[in-house]
């Protein structure tokens, strides 16, 4: 059964730092591309950050770029989302989502986790 569990959300202030995790169930996802969506109150998910099965390719969404960066570990099956310089509009409920095929992971992923809060305060 595949499964993807978020942890590492919490409350920080602006212009620190958090790095959340998600850790996956299945024999399947050391194969999948894995990534991060985000939904602030009030407003529509929306993509992140993708990584490839291999760590070769990576995709951020401009809002993330330069501060935020995806990792994994295919050993822990484990993806990251290390979180810098963090601004009070970076507050969301975080999920992680996996698929076979790395396009698709932003536009509309096979898998999803049940999301991590995290709160920027000003």
């Known amino acids: 059964q595949e499964q993807l569990v978020e942890s590492g959300g919490g409350l920080v202030q602006a212009g620190g730092s958090l790095r959340l995790s998600c850790a996956a169930s299945?024999?399947?996802?050391?194969?999948?591309?894995m990534g991060w969506f985000r939904q602030a109150p009030g407003k529509e998910r929306e993509f992140v950050a993708v990584i490839s099965w291999n760590s070769g390719r990576t995709t951020y969404t401009d809002a993330v770029q330069g501060r935020f960066t995806i990792l994994r570990d295919n050993a822990k099956n484990t993806v990251y989302l290390q979180m810098n310089s963090l601004k009070p509009e970076d507050t969301a409920v975080y999920y992680c989502a996996a698929d076979p095929d790395y396009g698709s992971v932003s536009l509309s992923p096979h898998f999803w986790g049940q999301g991590t809060q995290v709160t920027v305060s000003s």
């Open positions: 299945g024999r399947f996802f050391s194969s999948y591309a």
